[in-house]
């Protein structure tokens, strides 16, 4: 069975930097393209960042650029998000999701900024 | 980056609907198009993928249709555990994007 589990969530300072995991189970991890999706509270949901299956290829929002950095362990499923500079606005439950197609999402993570 | 125009923002509905839900593209994106389904507190569920395929397990009242620029969610008949929130996705590029989401509510 595939299953995603996030962690690191907490309450952040603005300013300050949290470093997200998650770790994947139930297929072949090094296989696939792995994404981090967001959602502010009441809000819609919105893509963060992808890296592919070697870990070679990432991809940024605009939003988070030069902030965040997407990077991923094969030998440890994991895949990790290093926030940096962190502001209200990136307050929000963290997904992590499998593949192209978001076929599978993790039960998120809370990110809370605020002084 | 590519925006993604989602109606209705709300939608009122019976169980045993047909209900639609449209999702305009501002360019191109041929059929890199996916649709989830959110219930409050729950992580989004993949319904649909590439434009119009079923994804395991997802029942076959949803279907999915379009190409290019304009998609489509429908619903045959709606039953009461699809009373949710729907978002599409645009997947053509490495800059993806959301619709704004559908609320499906109980008329």
């Known amino acids: 069975e595939v299953e995603l589990l996030e962690s690191g969530g907490d309450l952040v300072q603005p300013g300050g930097s949290l470093r997200l995991s998650c770790v994947a189970s139930?297929?072949?991890?090094?296989?696939?393209?792995m994404n981090w999706v967001r959602q502010a509270p009441g809000k819609g949901l919105e893509w963060v960042s992808t890296?592919?299956?070697?870990?070679?290829?990432?991809f940024y929002a605009g939003s988070v650029k030069g902030r965040f950095a997407i990077s991923r362990d094969n030998s440890k499923n994991t895949v990790f998000l290093q926030m940096n500079s962190l502001r209200a606005a990136d307050t929000a439950v963290y997904y992590c999701?499998?593949?192209?197609?978001?076929?599978?999402w993790g039960q998120g993570t809370l990110v809370t900024v605020s002084s | 980056d590519i925006q993604v125009t989602q109606s209705p923002s709300t939608l009122s509905a019976s169980v045993g609907d047909r209900v639609t839900i449209t999702c305009r593209a501002s360019?191109?994106?041929?059929?890199?198009l996916a649709w989830y389904q959110q219930k409050p507190g729950k992580a989004p569920k993949l319904l649909i993928y590439?434009?119009?395929s079923l994804e395991n397990g997802v029942p076959s009242r949803f279907s999915g249709g379009g190409s290019g620029t304009e998609f489509t969610l429908t619903i045959s008949s709606l039953q009461p555990d699809d009373f949710a929130t729907y978002y599409c996705?645009?997947?053509?590029?490495?800059?993806?994007?959301f619709g704004q989401g559908t609320k499906v509510e109980m008329k």
């Open positions: 999701t499998r593949g192209q197609d978001s076929d599978y």
């Open positions: 139930g297929f072949t991890f090094s296989s696939f393209a």
């Open positions: 890296i592919g299956h070697t870990g070679e290829n990432t």
């Open positions: 360019q191109n994106i041929n059929s890199w």
């Open positions: 590439k434009a119009s």
């Open positions: 996705q645009q997947y053509n590029n490495y800059s993806w994007t």
